[in-house]
């Protein structure tokens, strides 16, 4: 694909331009809204993709694009063994898998095994998590 200027996109952190801004399952569907001026929801935009779909093939292939570098860059600062990709993204095991190859292929590491997984905890995993601190904090 060739180079697209993507915009700034508002966050939801109050900056604009963050990687969460297309890296999410919202993200995917601004980008696909940004390309092909049509609203699908994530699981359909990757439905599509699994079918064969050119135009959703053209939105994942920016995705890629987009959250592999940085996600790369920052394995290569920090050196995790793993990483996990829960919300709704978690519920897409192949994109994930063309995300991790695309992502392995621009780290310093040669790892032989995939490092961006999704999440066993999936969509749930931000409730359990909350719901385990409180927990643990004794707020419960
Ligand atoms: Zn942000």
Known sequence: MPPFDVPH????????????????????????RLLHG???????????????????AQTVDLYVEL???PLALVINIVGPDIIP????????????????????????????????????LTVDAGLIGAASLGFSEGLA
Do not use: K, Y
Request: charged share 20%.
């Open 9 to 32: 996109f508002a966050c939801g952190c109050g900056l604009s331009g963050c990687l969460d801004t297309v890296g999410a399952a919202r993200g995917i569907e601004r980008l696909h």
């Open 38 to 56: 049509a609203d699908l929801a994530s699981t359909a935009i990757v439905a599509a993709w699994e079918s064969g779909d050119g135009a959703a």
């Open 67 to 69: 959250v592999a570098q």
């Open 85 to 120: 990709v829960g919300g709704g993204m978690g519920n897409a095991p192949v994109l994930i898998a063309r995300l991790d190859a695309a992502v392995r292929a621009r780290i310093l590491r040669r790892i032989d095994r995939p490092l961006v997984v999704p999440a066993q």
